[in-house]
Nanobody, 123 residues
Framework: VQLQASGGGLVQAGGSLRLSCAASGRIFSASVIKWFRQAPGKEREFVAGIILGGATGTYYADSVQDRFTISRDNAKNTVYLQMSSLKPEDTAVYYC????????????????WGQGTLVTVSS
């Protein structure tokens, strides 16, 4: 599966931004799409995940719970990450990845990565 992430940009603290991850190729109904982020000098960390297809299920990192919402458009094979109440510490390159277990927040089971999109939150 190929992934294309977009939607990053510069936003003030407290603002909102929506990221998109468009998937193409061999997309299976039970696929999982996850968002990760990587700040300068830090490891890539899990943000949120969602199941594609007929099943339902989402999972969030504690740090973004209640501020970020992950959703999907099955017809468009696109996953969105709506980010609200953004904080400077949310500044990072955001990556979407396909595959793996929804409730596993490591990077090791992600089979395909999209290119990153930079989110910068100014204070």
């Amino acid at each position: 599966v190929q992934l294309q992430a977009s939607g990053g940009g510069l936003v003030q603290a407290g603002g909102s931004l929506r990221l998109s991850c468009a998937a193409s190729g061999r997309i299976f109904s039970a696929s999982v799409i996850k968002w990760f982020r990587q700040a300068p000098g830090k490891e890539r960390e899990f943000v949120a995940g969602i199941i594609l297809g007929g099943a339902t299920g989402t999972y969030y990192a504690d740090s973004v719970q209640d501020r970020f919402t992950i959703s999907r458009d099955n017809a468009k094979n696109t996953v969105y990450l709506q980010m609200s109440s953004l904080k400077p510490e949310d500044t990072a390159v955001y990556y979407c990845g396909a595959g793996g277990n929804l409730y596993y927040n490591g990077v090791n089971d992600v089979r395909s990565w999209g290119q990153g999109t930079l989110v910068t939150v100014s204070s």
